[in-house]
């Protein structure tokens, strides 16, 4: 870290700490209590350690500077509280464990400050992949920026659909190799005889249906990075010479006898428990080490529901991005998505509202638009109350059509119409008593229909029962009991 600047009037306790400072192998430097705020204002220092001999102007600086973490020092007499900036206090004298502990909190407060964590956060557009606010996420984010300008070996550990892949690009695009080829490599879709061509490439004759000679991916690669995904599921025998490629970063194609040299980074990922494959055989320890350089956890979206907000509108800029009509949530739909366990992940989220664009294109979604499996809590569905002149034109439209649709039918097999046609007769027609007439008879042939159960009538007729009641009640409408 930047100079730790020493503070105090006390030039003995001054030397003390700046010989234990330095014997830390940190650099510092040293200012009097009243001459300390110049160096502040115009230093990039992360820490200081100041005495605590006069406690209210101690109070003050460190309340005037709250991006620098403070290490209050004092003798046996004085107890201090670390609150805040002043992220500790140790006594005199001064141990070892103490001091490096107090150290590594100003290391943490510097490196876990806000304004940093949203600097870093819009360091790549590709970061916008791993949106959320979440601990897990951010830890993720630390150690990409941390491991990609090396060129350390990752392996990237989590369920399926966590977005593995993104990390791994993510790694790439902030390493020195991202001008080079990112070339990814499925090692459980590939048969394991086709892998080693796959990998290596092979040479003209090499095997039936080798016609020509062909590069490899580690020779597409060259210059970037390899990205070896679902490693756990690669054949024993490949283990072994993907082994001696990390060992040597020399490989030779299939059928030839040349050795090549590679400048390749490899990533690699897996959903297995690698480690648990060990014990049984079905992994090789040697290779496992060789590519557990740097792990890198990918967490479950379980593990983090709280970004799920940021993700729904992530993937629904996404949608938007391709021409497509997205779609918004209410708060109790996303509080409901926060409840389900994600099994699949981002991916299922992602598939989940891809598909609620398709059916609800533009709309805004509802607890009760989600799939069944995705409900959680009180579904207190919306059923709209329409006007009762609103239902009975609807309800005269589909009687009319059907009507058309019987006279159609009768007329085409050469029997007669119906007592009603929708042609209007030459002599015309007193519309009102028509459409009375047509009514009585409507209600009649649904009630006999349903043996006189005015609720299913009603539902027959498109209209609530209290409607259909009422026009019984006008048209005096009745079940004539047979004697």
Known sequence: ??????????????????????????????????????????????????????????????????????????????????????????????????????????????????????????????????????????VVRRLIEQVAPTDATVLILGESGTGKEVVARNVHFLSARREGPFIPVNCGAIPGELLESELFGHEKGAFTGAIGSRKGRFELAEGGTLFLDEIGDMPMQMQVKLLRVLQERTF?????????????????????????????????????????????????LRQRRDDIPLLLQELNSRIQGEGVDGVRFTESAIASLMEHD????????????????????????????????????????YTPDYPEELLEREAFNELFAESAAQEQAKEGNGQEGQQYSSALPEEGVNLKEYLSELEIDMIRQALEQQDWVVARAADRLGMRRTTLVEKMRKYDIQRIEES
């Open 252 to 300: 030779e194609r299939v059928g030839g006898n040349r050795a090549m040299q590679c400048d390749v980074r490899i990533i690699a990922a897996t959903h297995r428990d690698l480690e648990a494959m060990i014990n049984e055989d079905k992994f090789r320890e040697d290779l496992y080490y060789r590519l557990n350089v740097f792990p890198i956890d990918s967490p479950a």
């Open 1 to 138: 870290m930047k100079d730790i600047l020493l503070v105090s009037d006390n030039s003995d306790l001054i030397k003390n700490l700046s010989t234990i400072i330095t014997f830390l192998g940190e650099s510092c430097q040293s200012r009097t209590l009243s001459d300390c705020q110049s160096f502040l204002d115009t230093s990039e220092t992360e820490a200081v350690l100041i005495d605590y001999a006069n406690p209210e102007q101690v109070k003050t600086l460190v309340s005037d500077y709250p991006h620098i973490a403070f290490v209050a020092v004092s003798d046996q007499s004085v107890e201090v509280v670390a609150e805040r900036n002043l992220v500790s206090a140790i006594t005199l004298p001064i141990t070892y464990p103490v001091l490096t502990q107090a150290i590594h909190r100003c290391q943490e407060y510097g490196r876990q400050r806000p304004d940093k964590r949203s600097a870093s956060g819009t360091k790549t557009r590709l970061f916008r992949s791993l949106v959320g606010k979440s601990g897990q996420i951010q």
């Open 342 to 381: 994600w099994a699949g992940n981002v991916r299922e989220l992602s598939n989940l509202v891809e598909r609620l664009s398709i059916l609800y294109p533009g709309d805004i979604v509802d607890i009760q638009d989600l799939p069944e499996k995705y409900q959680y809590g009180d579904i207190k569905a």
